[in-house]
């Protein structure tokens, strides 16, 4: 007696060519939803800011600050695939010795209020004076401290400068990849608002979330196409 033939896929039958298909849409779903972003590098946390060429960036009208050197021009935001790190910019537009009080909102739930317990504010003092020393701290939505991120980092330019970079971990915020977030950057004048930039809605992702997704879809299409083959 003969064994039984293995059954083998045949990409050109019916149901080879709608797994194929289905495939071919995961992938173009995936590449059509993963981020494009225009650097050659990844963003790195050392006072030099060629790598947030191409970033998304919220931009603001010159002349609208309280005071020049708080006048903000542009304030950029990013994170690095595979990384849960994101990374934050902002640039003034009259670069200068004089230092730069930031604070950073953070609605974590995107309810449209940021003074929530689960809210973060993130406080960035930075000093061109000092050679671009940067200090960041952590606070929740309601002002209490969390924690100190940095207090002797050079992620500003030195004097005269105009730009400072830092970062926060989800952990930190308190938040999931692919979480809606909203964003809202201002400066400081003392215990005054100087000026500030649009609110802005944000997903962080790790892309590294897309492949698997990619690999958990095939791995399902695969098993479905085989008790299907079984059945028949």
Do not use: C
Not at 20 to 46: C, E, M, N, R, Y
Not at 69 to 75: E, I, K, N, Q, V
Not at 148 to 164: C, F, H, L, M, Y
């Amino acid at each position: 007696m003969k064994a039984a033939p293995v059954a083998s896929m045949n990409i050109f039958s019916a149901r080879g060519n709608f797994l194929v298909g289905a495939l071919l849409a995961v992938l173009i779903a995936i590449q059509a939803v993963s981020p494009v972003k225009a650097q050659t590098g990844a963003i790195v946390l050392d006072g030099q800011f060629n790598d947030w060429l191409g970033q998304p960036s919220v931009p603001d009208v010159q002349g609208d600050a309280q005071i020049s050197h708080s006048d903000l021009s542009t304030f950029y935001f990013t994170n690095n695939p595979d990384q849960d790190y994101l990374y934050f910019m902002a640039e003034r537009w009259d670069p200068g010795s004089q230092g730069l009080e930031l604070s950073l909102s953070i609605d974590t739930n995107n309810n449209g209020v940021n003074s929530e317990a689960g809210d973060r504010l993130i406080s960035v003092a930075y000093h061109p004076n000092q050679g671009g020393r940067t200090y960041v701290d952590l606070y929740d939505g309601q002002g209490s401290f969390l924690r100190q991120i940095t207090d002797k980092a050079n992620w500003g330019e030195p004097g005269p400068g105009s730009r400072v970079e830092w970062g926060v971990t989800f952990t930190d915020l308190g938040i999931a990849p692919y979480q809606t977030i909203r964003l809202q950057l201002v400066s400081n004048n003392g215990t005054q608002l100087s000026d500030g930039v649009a609110e802005v809605q944000w997903s962080p992702a790790n892309a590294l979330g897309y492949w698997l997704l990619a690999l958990l879809t095939i791995a399902g299409l695969s098993w479905l196409y085989f008790q299907r083959r079984v059945m028949a």
